[in-house]
């Protein structure tokens, strides 16, 4: 074998391998695939694999007018034998069983199978990072979920016992909470010293990861205006303010609490690269109205680069080709950043 060979085969090895899903079949998630790959450039430095039905994934073709003759693969372990992306057919679902705007069993049980996929390329060594269409929670746990969401799914298939949580980015920008997908009366629960910590120090550690040198994280408060001394609340004084304070002390640039009605005006100027809210839609409303159009959302404390566009399925405007392809081509670039670094 000459040099050049030996160096190619070395650089295609280094090449992250990346699966990429269609989503929920009844939502936006094909079309937006269909585009996604669409657009080489997008793939350079990766090995791509597309794992779905092949009818689903001629119905998101249909939809945006395109016909992309991808190269089938028939394992996981074939990808890197590909510099361009590929396809990974699987048969989870009947055309028949679906339907546009329509969260049923059948699609979410689809889902879920698609994604255990992934999860086995994953644990066998032969994916490097997954990037999936929008999800249905409702059709998902229609279809066998017996989480709260993809997140918990996902930390309950490969095993994860340290702190885990969904972060949400707009480019520059990333938010983690403290409770996510629960009842707004038990988010208070969720406020421990613990809690705070670990959600600090793991989006700091995942910042660095997805390529901040030295990433600037605040800590929001839980009561209006940070508890106001005591006066409104002392989850800041014997709570929050403690954790942050540990944080700190283990070398990390982490600083807290802030008002969380203000909090955001320095993430919007550019001051913060990560904000810490106490519960999901202390930073989802603040974050999706700075840039809805853009978000992605990463399942942070996985071993492996899981991303999304942090939008949902869009039944509303499923089928129609209106879908903004923003999102999902920014999830799938920093699951590439993040297999990178």
């Not at 008002?259 to 690269?273: H, S, W, Y």
């Amino acid at each position: 074998m000459s040099n050049n060979k030996m160096s190619e085969n070395s650089m295609s090895q280094n090449k992250p391998v990346i699966a990429v899903t269609l989503g929920d079949p009844g939502g936006i998630g094909p079309e937006l695939i269909a585009k996604l790959f669409a657009e080489n450039e997008v793939f350079a430095d990766t090995h791509t694999v597309l794992i779905g039905d092949r009818w689903l994934w001629e119905e998101g073709q249909r939809v945006v007018g395109v016909n992309l003759d991808l190269p089938e693969v028939t394992s996981f372990a074939e990808v890197r034998e590909h510099d361009s992306p590929v396809f990974l057919e699987m048969d989870t679902v009947a055309r028949e069983q679906t339907a546009y705007a329509e969260a049923n069993e059948h699609g979410g049980a689809s889902v879920l199978a698609v994604l255990d996929r992934c999860i086995e390329g994953y644990k066998a060594g032969e994916v490097d990072g997954i990037c999936f269409g929008p999800l249905n929670k409702y059709a998902m746990k229609l279809g066998g979920l017996g989480h709260e969401d993809e997140l918990h799914w996902f930390v309950n298939k490969l095993g994860v016992t340290d702190f885990f949580s969904e972060f949400n980015t707009l480019g520059t920008l990333w938010t983690s909470r403290i409770s996510s997908h629960v009842p707004l009366k038990d988010a208070h629960t969720y406020i421990t010293e613990e809690r705070i910590i670990s959600a600090a120090t793991l989006i700091h550690d995942t910042l660095r990861k997805a390529g901040f040198a030295e990433p600037r994280v605040a800590v929001a408060g839980f009561n209006p205006h940070a508890g106001e001394g005591g006066t409104c609340g002392r989850e800041e004084i014997d709570i929050i303010a403690p954790a942050v304070e540990k944080c700190r002390a283990q070398g990390y640039s982490i600083v807290g609490p802030f008002p969380a009605d203000t909090i955001f005006l320095k993430a919007r100027d550019g001051e913060l690269d990560a904000v810490v809210t106490m519960f999901h839609d202390q930073g989802q409303i603040a974050i999706k109205m700075l840039g809805f159009h853009e978000g992605v959302t990463i399942l942070g404390g996985l071993p492996v680069p899981v991303g999304s566009p942090a939008h949902g399925t869009a039944y509303d405007i499923a089928g129609q080709n209106k879908a903004n392809l923003t999102p999902t081509r920014n999830a799938f670039n920093l699951v590439k950043a993040m297999c990178s670094h």
